[in-house]
């Protein structure tokens, strides 16, 4: 018995030393993905949801807080009021972490498709997608570790803060080279849920990026803001809204976009569209208030039901003011002036009832469309640069038309029964021309306008980027008690507090670089006080 153990040991060792040189293939599963069968084409869509799709992320703080939109409810305080409500640290670090997040697939995507000529495409839109996603990330905080991040298979664990001059030099740089290299001749990319792979559509969009990415220099350096803005005009920006970057919300996903966040109860019945948005569009008669606000049917009953449409009626539509709530205390929505009463009899009495909401058909579905990057927001950046005397094609007159035309028809693509006739949209904008009068009477046409379209788009993170950098329109401050920010709309957000106990020197550092600190009334370097 001994003997044969001894035999059988022998001829397994024999066995192994002969195989040893397909080891790594014998003991590799076919099934499972690696670097050599993985496809990284399945890494683009994941990455171009999570880089738009913020739901709360950024319906907390922006969209309240530009007076877009108003809540009385106490987790809405956050942006509505300024105030430090539930899990307004996590809110203030959400950004940040979902950059990384989404950055950490897109440098996997890249890295993975780096040199490889059937993928070159994907790694330009890679490029370019990764671009969209930082600026999203220093926009909101500042500094953040660029050049170092995603290296902790080289043993970067500690990953230094690049300032935000440093990211967005690169960011420009990266945006020239991948939207040049982009190939229609080459293969083709997948999954695509932009463009669909149409390669000439991310040209434009690369340059449109490009575009804004410039434009948010105009404050802290005008020279590489105007030089960067006529490269990107000239290499060819957005032409319509059929170039607009958008994509559909997962129906299957309770809160996959910020119209999921609307179908939660308390959100659905307190939150409103706030009086400053809802005053400019009745003021100016704007075709879009039918399209985008409703009055809910009388009571309390009524207006929590979510499938029961309301009165779309310009005539009719009242914007909520921010910095109140329902407590019955002195800042009690019921007694401010203006207040136009409720609405519903004995126990089904709906106090906010008379307010006009975001509209059902328009807005409140798990699938609805979410706008990424527009031709309505493109035309009014030239306005812009135009109005400036820089040297890009057309008028600042002609942009501007542009802009509001498409802003007011790009809401057909967020639901049909938004859809204003091009005609109609046409002749508002012509009874309502750029004022040419000063640069300054340019510039706060312009830049409401874009705040208008962005808003209307719930594309809340942009609209607040544009006012930063702007400065239109010109909100008043809310005063509500306990407020953290001494009656200061914030400028930025808090860091992910995670760093300082982890990374805390280069936090540190970079903390030292920001005027105003860490802090919600602090400024990111473009953002120049004048």
């Known amino acids: 018995m001994k003997r044969n153990s001894i ?4 001829l397994l060792f024999m066995m192994a030393a002969g195989c040893t040189d397909n080891f790594d293939d014998i003991n590799t599963d076919p099934t499972q993905a690696s670097e050599a069968n993985w496809d990284p084409n399945y890494f683009l869509p994941n990455a171009q949801n999570g880089v738009i799709n913020q739901g709360y992320n950024s319906m907390l703080y922006q969209s309240t807080m530009m007076q877009v939109l108003a809540s009385t409810y ?8 300024y105030i430090n409500t539930q899990n307004s640290a996590s809110y203030q670090a959400a950004i940040f972490n979902n950059t990384y997040g989404v950055g950490t697939t897109l440098a996997e995507m890249i890295k993975l498709t780096e040199g490889k000529e059937r993928f070159s495409n994907l790694h330009q839109v890679g490029r370019i997608m990764q671009v969209l996603n930082f600026q999203k990330g220093t926009d909101t905080y500042g500094d953040m570790p660029y050049s170092e991040a995603f290296k902790a298979k080289q043993g970067v664990s500690f990953p230094k803060y690049d300032t935000q001059e440093s990211i967005y030099m690169s960011m420009l740089t990266e945006l020239e080279q ?37 434009m948010r220099l105009t404050k802290v350096d005008p020279t590489t803001a105007k030089a960067w803005t ?39 019945r307190e939150v409103r569209w706030s009086k400053t948005i809802i005053d400019a569009l009745k003021a100016a008669n704007d075709p879009r208030l039918r399209a985008i606000a409703e009055v809910p049917q009388a009571g309390l009953t009524n207006n929590a039901n979510q499938t029961l449409a309301g009165d779309n009626t310009p005539a009719v539509q009242v914007g909520m003011p921010n910095g109140f709530d329902l407590t019955g205390g002195p800042f009690d929505i019921r007694s401010s002036a203006g207040y136009p009463g409720s609405t519903g009899t004995g126990n089904d009495i709906a106090p906010l009832g008379k307010y006009s909401r975001p509209r059902i058909n ?18 009014l950046l030239l306005a812009e640069a ?18 509001v035309v498409g802003a007011i028809t790009t809401l057909s693509q967020l639901d049909p029964s938004a859809t204003i006739p091009v005609a ?35 594309n809340f993170l942009e609209t607040w980027f544009n ?44 903390v030292t670089r920001l005027t105003g600190g860490d802090q919600l009334v602090g400024r990111v370097w473009w953002d120049k006080q004048l």
């Open 178 to 214: 991948a939207t040049a290299a982009l190939d229609a001749s080459k293969p083709a990319i997948t999954g695509d849920l932009y463009y669909a792979g149409d390669i000439a559509k991310w040209k434009k969009f690369g340059y449109s990026l490009m575009l804004r990415v410039a």
């Open 7 to 10: 035999f059988i040991l022998a």
């Open 467 to 510: 006012w930063k950098r702007s400065g239109y329109p010109q909100l008043t401050p809310v005063t509500y008690p306990g407020n953290v920010t001494g009656g200061v709309i914030p400028r930025r957000m808090i860091y992910l507090q995670t760093e300082i106990i982890n990374n805390k020197a280069n936090y540190t550092e970079a």
């Open 424 to 458: 109609e949209a046409d002749a508002f904008a012509t009874a309502n021309p750029l004022d040419e009068s000063s640069l300054d009477a340019s510039l706060k046409a312009i830049n409401t306008q874009y705040w208008i379209a962005t808003g209307s788009m719930f």
């Open 230 to 268: 006529e490269k990107a005009a000239a290499g060819g920006v957005f032409t319509s809204i059929e170039d607009n970057a958008k994509f559909k919300g997962d129906i299957n996903s309770a809160q996959s976009s910020y119209f999921g966040v609307l179908q939660v109860a308390d959100d659905f």
């Open 362 to 379: 328009t807005y409140l579905k798990r699938d609805g469309t979410l706008l990424v990057l527009t031709y309505a927001e493109t035309e």
């Open 386 to 403: 135009k109005a400036r005397g820089w040297n890009v094609p057309g008028t600042a007159a002609e942009h501007y038309k542009n802009g």
């Open 74 to 81: 106490n987790y809405y305080g956050n942006g509505d009021k």
